[in-house]
């Protein structure tokens, strides 16, 4: 999968797990899963909620990223065909 479709993948991901945090209760239990391991912590909702946010937001940051750059590739293949 080329690195655009594994960033459309992951920010739908998130998309996901934002409108499943958003239907439960403030006081609901959550759990986060441990990187690399399959261990579990206590967390909250709202805290989860603002790791999803800064997730999602450095992703559409790398995505813009990624599609500038692609612009600029695309404008300079242009220019030499020309």
Not at 1 to 10: A, F, G, T
Not at 16 to 45: A, H, P
């Amino acid at each position: 999968m080329d690195k655009k479709k594994q960033l459309e993948s992951q920010i739908n991901s998130q998309k996901v797990i934002q409108s499943e945090l958003l239907q439960l209760k403030n006081t609901s239990k959550v759990y986060r899963k441990q990187q690399n391991s399959d261990i579990f912590f206590l967390s909250t909702v709202d805290k989860e909620m603002q790791t999803s946010k800064h997730t999602l937001d450095n992703l559409l940051t790398e995505l813009k990223a990624l599609d500038q750059s692609d612009k600029i590739s695309n404008n300079e293949n242009s220019q030499l065909v020309s």
